[in-house]
């Protein structure tokens, strides 16, 4: 029997283009995930991505990126139709390998070279807010953080106006302030080099009680897991 895996969006009015309630289905091992789109820096490129078997992600697959490049450029797999500024956001993730393991949430993206990442790093046992303009990566703050090697973990985010709250598996890790323009964007999930990454339950919420952090803040606070 095979399984079917969803990537639920439980998206609430505010900026969102989709309907409440809405459910982006993986679909099924071998396939891509219908009305996804991929780059591979300003270029269209779903070579390495795919929806594989995986006992432990929500509901039995998952979808994988699976790469040789070493160059150390972004790929990105996301669905077009949702679009938000404030939001909360969570997903599964498990780094299986690599020279660098590495993967990510990608927020707020108006182009595949302009949008803020929530990057995870195995090598470097690190959590960072990163900030890209331009296809150039602008780390905003950090902090170190228990980021198992072929493990599944959740990564959760919290964001309003310029404020940005995340939890890995449940427990706060970090809180950062982004003192550019808030914007509208899409919503996704990051690898890069030749890791083996894969990602499973992404659930989005749309933000629309109005309510927003000082955008004029610069701090930033966090803890060592």
Not at 12 to 33: D, E, F, K, V
Not at 77 to 97: E, G, M, N, T, W
């Amino acid at each position: 029997m095979l399984h079917r895996c969803c990537l639920t969006a439980l998206l609430i009015c505010g900026s969102l283009t989709l309907a409440s309630a809405a459910t982006i289905s993986l679909g099924q091992p071998g396939t891509l995930p219908a009305g996804f789109q991929f780059w591979h820096g300003n270029k269209a490129d779903s070579a390495p991505w795919s929806v594989v078997r995986d006992s432990a992600a929500d509901h039995g697959v998952a979808l994988e990126y699976s790469a040789t490049d070493k160059r150390g450029d972004a790929f990105i797999a996301f669905d077009p139709s949702a679009r938000a500024a404030d939001l909360k956001a969570r997903v599964q993730f498990r780094l299986i390998r690599g020279r660098l393991p590495s993967g990510g949430l990608v927020l707020r993206m108006t182009s595949p070279d302009d949008y803020d990442l929530i990057k995870v790093s195995a090598y470097e046992e690190r959590l960072s807010v990163i900030h890209v303009i331009n296809g150039q990566p602008n780390e905003i703050a950090g902090v170190d953080a228990e980021i198992a090697k072929d493990d599944w973990q959740t990564l959760e985010v919290d964001m309003r106006g310029s404020e940005f709250r995340i939890s890995l598996d449940g427990r706060w890790v970090l809180t950062a302030f982004d003192r550019s323009a808030v914007r509208e964007g899409h919503v996704g999930v990051w690898s890069e080099n030749d890791n083996v990454t894969r990602f499973g339950g992404l659930q989005v919420t749309a933000h629309d009680d109005g309510q927003h952090a000082d955008s004029g803040a610069d701090q930033t606070r966090g803890e060592r897991r």
